[in-house]
Structure formats: C-alpha cells, structure tokens
C-alpha cells in the first residue's frame, strides 16, 4: 500500500483509486490510539464522497468500534488514509438514494441476495461517511 502523507481532502486520483477497490480495510481506532485490526468491507463512491454500511446493520462489532472511536484508517486501490466515521442521517433520502444506487451499479453482478444486505431502509441505519483526516 502507498502511504498518503496529505491530512488535507481526498486527492481525486485518491477518490477514483479508493472508490474503483472492490473492497476496503477498514479499521477504526483504539483509545490507546493504536489501530484495530482490518476488517473487509464494500465501499462506494457518490460524487466527491466515499460511503461504507455495514452488511449486518448497526449491531456488527468493526460498525460499533468505527461510531464509537470516530476515526480510523482505510486502505483500499493502494491508498492508505486516516479518516473520520461520520454517521449519515437515515432520514436523508437524497445521499441515502445515491449510496443505494452506488452500490447496485458496483456490486449487483454478485445477485440480489448479497447486495440486498447493503441497500434499503435498514441498511441507512448503517451508513457512515469517510472523511480524510
């Protein structure tokens, strides 16, 4: 992975690389300020905006550790960047929409059983914003 030196906003050649990964690691921070452990997830791209739910809704240990710690680290497309979890309101339907329609047009080819587990009403629940930091 290439370690990203900028704290400022993500690069659009990051945005593109990141948004493009099939997957990313995510870990969130410990109090000590040491990392967890990666965990492997789906991510989607929405404009300028990188989104990630939780395939098991708001109850699975790495969202829980992420909401509570606020912030983290992802790698994905050979980005390495620290980041903030910034929970997205359910009720927003226009970025609720746009991160259900990101996720349809990545990851349908993997059939509805699966990509049903991050779209709809109970996934907003679960719906984080990453934020460089």
């Known amino acids: 992975m290439s370690q990203s030196t900028s704290a400022g906003p993500f690069t659009p050649d990051e945005l593109e690389r990141i948004g493009g990964a ?4 995510v870990s969130s921070t410990r109090p000590d300020g040491t990392d967890r452990p990666f965990v492997t997830i789906w991510g989607v ?3 300028d905006h990188l989104y990630i739910r939780s395939a ?4 699975n240990p790495w969202f829980r550790r992420a909401v509570s710690s606020g912030i983290g680290r992802i790698q994905a497309g050979g980005v390495d960047r620290e980041v903030s979890f910034t929970r997205i ?3 927003d339907a226009v ?3 746009a991160v259900d329609a990101a996720f349809h047009a990545k990851y349908d080819r993997h059939g509805p059983a699966i990509v049903g587990t991050v ?9 984080l914003r990453l934020d460089p930091r």
């Open 22 to 25: 099939e997957e990313l690691q």
């Open 45 to 47: 791209r929405v404009g």
């Open 56 to 59: 098991y809704g708001t109850g």
């Open 89 to 91: 309101d359910p009720g």
């Open 95 to 97: 970025v609720q929409q």
């Open 119 to 127: 779209v709809g009403p109970v996934s907003h629940e679960a719906t």
